[in-house]
């Protein structure tokens, strides 16, 4: 017996060390160790066996047993390992590619400077006015009259304005400071308000004008509202948006809302005030215009001129935008290339 006991062991043995998975495992497992298994079958001849040998035999059953197992074990261990590090290399990734490209939206840099605008007159106390207020398509009476305009104004020919076939008098308005009057008209002073929108202008289409493009309006009313408040607040935005180190002035100018009017220019960006083509020569480019609100105005919208003062101001964005980031062709902003808009 204890033969038989040596040779299922190296049998055993060898076997093990032969299998390749974790299935054959599990089989010589059964076939040696199981109950109805080869070492079972031996220890059952132990009844056979003298009584005073049979302790030996059964230590060296137990033995075989054991030493069976234990190879198991290590063979069951190496096959996981194999296994684990199997996968692994299957599912290996190399972390230093680079990743892939994902297109994202962005601001579009009209947008952006709107916004940049807006938030500049916000921090100074300044409001949106409601969008009701602010119509794109219009009557000439808040485009215009209201607005202190002459009825022969040159403004107001087909030539510069796009008039409706809807309405004789409906037009797209061709600045935004119809908003002005359609706020004066419903609320009364004090009033802090500014708002941008699209205007339209019947011009021939080239670098430096399009038919559509954006303004920002802002206008102040209160009791004693001077022009002293209207320097304050312009310069303040202009020291905001272009940053100190660009030069700015006040120049008269006339508005027929205004009295008195005036614009301001920035220093060309192009020459730095040397003088060329894109300044005509000045070495000055017009950012805005604004002025003291005619008291016909406030008149008009049953403001009364004798208790309220005001003034108000209006802007180009598209202007302002091509100053700051030296855009020198205005129709990039609406072709929408994506090589264009990609840069902000
Ligand atoms: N609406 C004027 C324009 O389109 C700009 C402007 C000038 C607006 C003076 C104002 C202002 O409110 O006071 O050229």
Not at 24 to 48: A, F, M, P, S, V
Not at 219 to 246: C, P, Y
Request: with cysteine; net charge negative; hydrophobic share 35%.
């Amino acid at each position: 017996m204890k033969t038989k006991l040596e040779e299922l062991k190296n049998q055993a043995i060898e076997e093990i060390n032969k299998i390749h998975d974790l299935k054959e495992l599990q089989e010589l497992k059964i076939k040696y160790l199981g109950r109805k298994g080869e070492l079972n079958t031996i220890k059952r001849g132990l009844k056979d066996v003298p009584p005073e040998e049979r302790p030996a035999i059964g230590e060296l059953a137990n033995k075989t047993a054991a030493e069976i197992e234990q190879t198991l074990s290590q063979i069951y261990e190496n096959l996981y390992r194999a296994s684990v590090s199997q996968k692994l290399e299957a599912e290996k990734i190399d972390i230093t590619l680079p990743g892939d490209y994902v297109a994202y939206g962005k601001q579009h840099p009209l947008t952006a400077t709107i916004n940049e605008i807006v938030s500049i007159f916000y921090r100074m106390g300044f409001t949106l006015v409601e969008e009701s207020n602010s119509p794109e398509v219009e009557t000439e009476y808040y485009n215009f009259d209201a607005l202190n305009f002459p009825p022969e104004h040159p403004a107001k020919d087909t030539q510069d304005t796009f008039y409706t076939i809807n309405a004789p008098n409906l037009l797209l308005r061709s600045q935004t400071s119809n908003s002005q009057i359609r706020e004066m008209e419903k609320k009364m002073p004090p009033l802090r308000v500014i708002s941008p929108g699209r205007v339209y202008r019947a011009e021939t289409v080239s670098s430096r004008k399009n038919n559509l493009f954006h303004q920002v309006e802002g206008v102040m009313v209160d009791k004693e509202v001077t022009f002293g408040n209207l320097k304050g607040v312009l310069n303040e935005f202009t020291r905001q948006f272009f940053g100190q180190a660009r030069p700015t002035r006040f120049r008269t100018s006339f508005f027929p809302f205004t009295e008195p009017s005036a614009e301001i220019d920035v220093q060309c960006i192009i020459c730095s005030g040397k003088g060329c083509r894109t300044c005509s020569g000045s070495g000055w480019l017009e950012i805005l215009g604004s002025g003291m609100i005619d008291p016909n105005v406030l008149r008009t919208v049953n403001i009364d001129p004798e208790v309220y003062s005001g003034f108000a101001f209006g802007m180009g964005v598209e202007r302002l935008a091509m100053l700051k980031f030296a855009i020198n062709d205005i129709r990039l902003f609406f072709n929408n290339d994506v090589r264009f808009l990609d840069q902000f």
